[in-house]
């Protein structure tokens, strides 16, 4: 494989926005005597909120951030930004007005009005039926299933995903990037579209969807008050793989067919990259998912609780007035010998918010296995983690099953790739190298693809290889 030149002809600046549900970034690129220099510019804190809607995102809060960030990358970089592109969590959008502005903070996929709905959508059309269609997995947090919630006058109005919807509010054309737009559960996965039976099926009217571009596709240029400074004056807009674990994907400068992978974070998504999806019965049965990926290829994967779990307990000893941070967690939880018992970590109950403790103590209950102390940390940091590992090596032979793969390593991305604890746990239950990824794959990944877009051009459909020998380039360079 050729490896692109480091610099290209044009030496301005790239910017990559990263959207978290705990923290969102804004990243700048700039070359260096030929090499590509990454800073994080501005990174701020995000979290759902309850309202009187239901649990929202702040979306005013998500804008200013991003809006502070662009202003510092305009800053940094006197020669100009070239391009731009975002990329964030999945499944959540942003209902738009007849001037494609917000009507409203968006729903919060973890919001429980998606129960009732994927209930009463199954009775129209079956599991079964929606998984033949997509070869999706079935989740409730899936778009389709919150916009079937969604109330008789907010289906009425357009929409995008969250990531397109800033793209399209910094001047974009309104998009759904197809790797973002799998996770809706809304497209067909023979014809690479839109599902007509399933928007029948579920009342949602199709001529509201978004048109669906690939990875790496140029969508605008950016608009607006931020192009007033000089550094945004040329600014072109791409849609990037904008889901961030495709993007952390793209990130990955790995070969071959003989890895694996976890997108480590608030939730484990746990696979590898396909060239042809897998959709047979038995990856059904096993609720395994077929989603984008960039260059055209398949992320077959299945999504295992994460490292929402030792978050929500922290949060929960904070509230009782017990400290702690991720670090010291993991340290005193390494120090103490293997649980010898596990928990099932993707039980519905452990998907939902609040008092994990004690809803990790009721599933040990229900098993009649002895709860732990609510207030000893280290023993319920260690029961995730063990069981998190044993998650992760159940699901990867599996894959192995369903594949025919024989796997040698396992990259480990994501900001859950930084619990050494955890990837020692993991590589012992799996077998594995254990590969820990760029510290954040995501942005890495974001960039990766917009220069192979820049360098094929504005309408060039994006090659997996290209993609991947950037990513090399850019893991090589900025160390």
């Known amino acids: 494989m050729n490896r692109p030149a480091h610099t290209p002809e044009d030496r301005r600046a790239l910017v990559a926005v990263d959207l978290g549900a705990e923290s969102c970034r804004v990243s700048l690129l700039r070359w260096a005597e030929g090499k590509p220099s990454i800073l994080l510019v501005h990174r701020f804190p995000n979290a759902p909120r309850q309202t009187q809607s239901g649990l929202c995102w702040d979306l005013a809060l998500i804008e200013s951030g991003l809006d502070d960030g662009l202003r510092k990358a305009a800053e940094l970089a006197p020669e100009g930004i070239r391009s731009l592109a975002v990329d964030g969590w999945a499944v959540d959008y942003v209902r738009l007005d007849g001037n494609g502005k917000a009507v409203a903070d968006p729903f919060c996929y973890r919001d429980e009005r998606t129960i009732a709905a994927e209930q009463s959508l199954h009775e129209v ?7 033949e269609i997509t070869g999706v997995g079935i989740l409730r947090i899936n778009t389709l299933y919150q916009q079937v919630a969604d109330t008789p006058e907010m289906k009425r109005l357009r929409w995008l995903n969250l990531p397109e919807y800033i793209l399209h509010r910094l001047g974009a054309r309104p998009v759904a990037e197809f790797t973002n737009a799998t996770h809706s559960q809304m497209i067909d996965l023979a014809t690479g579209c839109w599902s007509e039976e399933i928007a029948a099926a579920a009342r949602l009217d199709r001529s509201l969807y978004p048109e669906l571009v690939v990875s790496g596709t140029q969508v605008g240029r950016l608009s607006g008050p931020l192009a007033e400074r000089p550094a945004f004056a040329d600014t072109v807009l791409i849609a990037p ?7 952390a994907l793209a990130g990955i400068p790995a070969h071959g067919d003989d890895w694996a992978y976890i997108s480590s974070g608030t939730w484990s998504l746990v696979g590898t990259l396909l060239h042809q999806p897998c959709n047979d019965a038995a990856s059904y049965a096993d609720n395994f998912t077929n989603l984008g990926a960039a260059g055209g290829l398949t992320c077959f994967h299945k999504n295992v609780n994460g490292m929402w779990l030792l978050r929500q307990c922290i949060e929960f000893w904070a509230a009782a007035g017990q400290r702690w941070d991720t670090p010291e967690l993991i340290a005193a939880a390494e120090r103490l010998p293997a649980p010898d018992k596990l928990i099932d970590v993707n039980e519905a ?7 994990m403790p004690r809803r990790i103590n009721a599933q040990l209950q229900s098993r009649g296995l002895e709860v732990i102390a609510e207030e000893d940390a280290p023993a ?3 029961l995730i983690f063990h069981s998190l590992a044993a998650s992760y090596a159940q699901v990867l032979g599996r894959i192995a099953e369903l594949t025919g793969k024989r796997f040698r390593s396992l990259f480990v991305v994501g900001g859950g790739s930084r619990n050494h604890y955890l990837n020692q746990l993991t590589a012992h239950a799996t077998g594995l190298e254990v590969i820990r990824g760029h510290q954040e794959s995501s942005t890495l990944g974001n960039f990766a693809v917009q220069l192979a877009s820049l360098e094929r ?11 991947c020998a950037w990513a090399g380039a850019l893991q090589n360079d900025a160390q």
Do not use: C, V
């Not at 109950?349 to 008092?355: A, F, H, Q, S, T």
């Open 457 to 467: 051009g504005t309408s060039a459909k994006l090659d997996a290889e290209r993609i």
């Open 349 to 355: 109950e452990l998907l939902l918010p609040g008092e």
């Open 380 to 382: 319920f940091a260690n």
């Open 241 to 247: 793989a904008a889901h961030d674990t495709a993007s």
């Open 125 to 131: 059309i079956s599991a079964k039926r929606m998984r």
